[in-house]
């Protein structure tokens, strides 16, 4: 019989994993498992290890079961190996990137397990930044960095992104950065405000940050914001909501890569990486695809939107309430350069 292990995050969704983790174990079973679980503790990478110790036992399958960070942890531990484990989400957190971008119904824990009975699959790319892996975003720059201070709770109300309604007023801190950038088609050299490598089309719920994003080309969707101008990034934001436009702004670079080199001259400016949300490590590093290297149980079949979308309602209310704190930035830009404050 083949073997799975549910590795759960027992206070992820409210403790509604650890509530329900009878009925995950039976449709384990239902499915042909021999299934067992492994509850994750506050020891650091406590999830990590363990999937790495599963993966070289020989299991067939890893459940996932908690928010984007769970998921992260259990991909740092089986993406090293030579033979990897099978995996399956279970999303138990607020904004759950992934299992937006693999359709697996949110707020309903049997619903998300019973994706598992359909045995459809597709094999993702992960992304590899040093010796850490990542499986929806990396980032660096000071737009990015600004993440670090919005406090954990605002983060999972509103996703990645969203804080940029709550962080408005810290706009005029983002300076340009003297970044150097290497990728397939080419290579930039200048200031930047921020760059972003994306796997999936969803970042914090906005599904047009890379519009046309595939799970498994081999290839990352890479943005370079190259203007550090307040008003600028407002209107690049704004073209973002407005179904992508973003990518055909010369104010930015949108380009399909497999592979990117980043570093800065300036070694007294350090330039921070974001790595699914959380801070990676420094500049200079190397972000590698690889190309379908985990094979996801996905629900292909066509489900509601509001079971993958999330909240529209909630997004439409912060991509408002960031145009109203633009708007009075902008009635602050008294000479018109985009340079309040200073």
Known sequence: MKKARVIYNPTSGKEALKSNLADILDILETAGYEASAFATTPTPFSAREEARRVGESGFDLIVAAGGDGTINEVVNGIAPLEK??????????????????LKIPRGNIKAAAEVILKNQ???????????????????????????????????????????????????????PIDMHFEFDE???HGN?????????????GFEQIAPDAKLDDGKFSLIIVKTAN???IAHLVALMLNKG?????????????????????????????NLDGEYG???????????????FLANLDKIPNNAVMGDLDRL????????????KLQDEDIDGDGTIGE
């Open 84 to 101: 990897r484990p099978m995996m399956a989400i279970i999303p138990g957190g607020t904004t759950n990137d992934y299992a937006r971008a």
């Open 121 to 175: 699959t597709v094999r993702m790319d992960i992304g590899k930044a040093s010796e850490n892996y990542f499986i929806n975003i990396a980032a660096g720059g000071h737009l990015t960095e600004l993440t670090y201070e919005v406090p954990s709770e605002l983060k999972s109300v509103f996703g990645y992104l969203a804080y940029l309604a709550k962080g408005a007023e810290l706009l005029p801190r983002i300076k």
């Open 186 to 188: 080419g290579e930039y």
């Open 192 to 204: 930047a405000s921020m760059f972003f490598l994306g796997l999936t089309n969803s970042v914090g």
């Open 230 to 232: 307040i008003l600028e």
């Open 245 to 273: 436009k973003h990518i055909h702004d010369d104010r930015l670079i949108y380009t399909k890569t497999s592979h990117l080199n980043v570093w800065t001259e300036n070694n007294s400016q350090p330039l921070m990486i």
């Open 281 to 295: 490590g420094d500049a200079p590093m190397r972000f590698e695809n690889l190309h379908q290297h985990i094979e």
């Open 316 to 327: 439409n209310e912060v991509s408002e309430e960031f145009i109203r704190e633009v708007e």
